[in-house]
């Protein structure tokens, strides 16, 4: 762990520019350009050299921006050897800069360099070059030992400071980033919920409406096929339009739910009992559920009567629903007879995952589906938290 404190690079976010706005932005370059203007003229204008050693320091400050921009390209890209290059370069600069008489410009270079390494090379790497800036200001400087330290402990201050302060800024934008991360996952997963709950819905009423159709057309062919009247026959026939005509409305309700929309559970029943000619009983204190609990109850009801009129379509049915004090529960029982006859292929109508999708249903609300042999006959009981 000690060895990659000192290995480790500055991250990249650390490194990288700021989001800046365009203000910020004019107000950086402005900055900037003041002060390579003011190293310029204070270059330029000073007496202790002329002529050629003019052009040399003019050539040394050119060739330092180059190298600075070198370094900070390099040390963004963590191109350990470029930066290293660049910097040694500037270390050999300063000191002939400040021969020939321009002291601003190398001054300028080993405080810059110094601070520079510090806040963008691992530690392996900054505290050299730190070193080597310093002692090379040291030589040249010509300061006291007491100015020397002063301005070698503010220097390193500084670095360290704006090092620490721009991977604490680094590290809230990764934050930042991570957070829009999430926001966008967590935006696309509700997306997905509610295309799969739409599918679900639609594909429910329409699994309903479909089977019951099946069951009322499969009955009417082995009617023709029994030779039986003709009015029996156009009794499955009419009943078959009439489940269509259900399931066109149901699909309309279905759509009116998902947005919150439909009439209550213990009303659908009503209706829905009162269609079958089966007894409701409804006890507790009639209350209402939420969308997504009164979707399931209807769902329930309705594909458990489908089961019935397709694999007992002489049972004696029963439907009762109970408000309890957390949980709602519905329970269908119906009762065959030994001697019921059932059509096999009546009962081979549909596609065999109603009663998976009730369970599905019921486990995604946090509830649960019970669906199996009950004495002599068979039973569904949902029970839901409400």
């Not at 957070?179 to 696309?188: N, S």
């Not at 998902?258 to 409701?280: Q, S, Y």
Request: net charge neutral.
């Amino acid at each position: 762990m000690q060895l990659e404190t000192w290995t480790r690079w500055p991250s990249r976010e650390a490194l990288g520019k700021e989001e800046r706005s365009r203000p910020g932005q004019v107000l950086s370059f402005a900055g900037r350009l003041a002060l390579l203007l003011t190293v310029l003229l204070g270059t330029v204008s000073s007496r202790k050299f002329t002529g050629g050693a003019a052009v040399v320091a003019i050539l040394i400050l050119v060739a330092s921006v180059l190298l600075f921009l070198l370094l900070f390209r390099a040390t963004r890209n963590h191109r350990i050897g470029w930066a290293l290059a660049a910097a040694g370069q500037l270390v050999v600069l300063a000191p002939i800069a400040h021969q020939i008489g321009a002291e601003t410009l190398a001054n300028l270079i080993w405080c810059a360099l110094s601070v520079i390494a510090l806040i963008r090379l691992p530690l392996v790497a900054a505290v050299p070059t730190f070193g080597a800036a310093v002692i090379s200001y040291s030589v040249e400087s010509g300061d006291s030992y007491l100015a020397l330290v002063a301005t070698v402990v503010g220097l390193a201050l500084l670095g360290y400071l704006i090092r620490l302060d721009s991977e604490a800024r680094g590290t809230a934008l990764r934050l930042q980033q991570q957070e829009r991360a999430i926001r966008v996952a967590e935006a696309e997963s509700a997306a997905l919920a509610e295309r799969a709950r739409i599918a679900r819905e639609i594909h429910d009423v329409l699994a309903h409406s479909l089977s019951a159709q099946l069951v009322h057309l499969e009955a009417a062919r082995l009617m023709l096929d029994g030779g039986a009247e003709r009015e029996q026959v156009r009794e499955r026939v009419v009943a078959a339009r009439r489940m269509a005509q259900e399931g066109l409305i149901e699909t309309r309700q279905a759509l009116s739910a998902l947005r919150g929309e439909f009439t209550t559970v213990g009303e659908f029943l009503v209706e829905l009992t009162n269609r079958e000619h089966i007894p409701l009983t409804v006890t507790g204190t009639p209350r209402p559920l939420a969308a997504e609990v009164g979707l399931a109850v209807r769902r329930t009801a309705q594909e458990a009567l489908t089961n019935v009129r397709k694999h007992a379509p002489r049972a004696r049915c029963a439907v009762e629903l109970r408000y309890l004090a957390e949980e709602v529960e519905l329970e269908i029982r119906n009762t065959v007879a030994p001697a019921t006859p059932v059509s096999a292929e009546l009962a081979g109508t549909g596609s065999g995952y109603g009663l998976l999708g009730m369970r599905e249903r019921a486990e995604l609300l946090g509830g649960s589906l019970q669906a199996g042999s009950d004495e002599d006959g068979w039973l569904v009981r949902l029970r839901l938290p409400v």
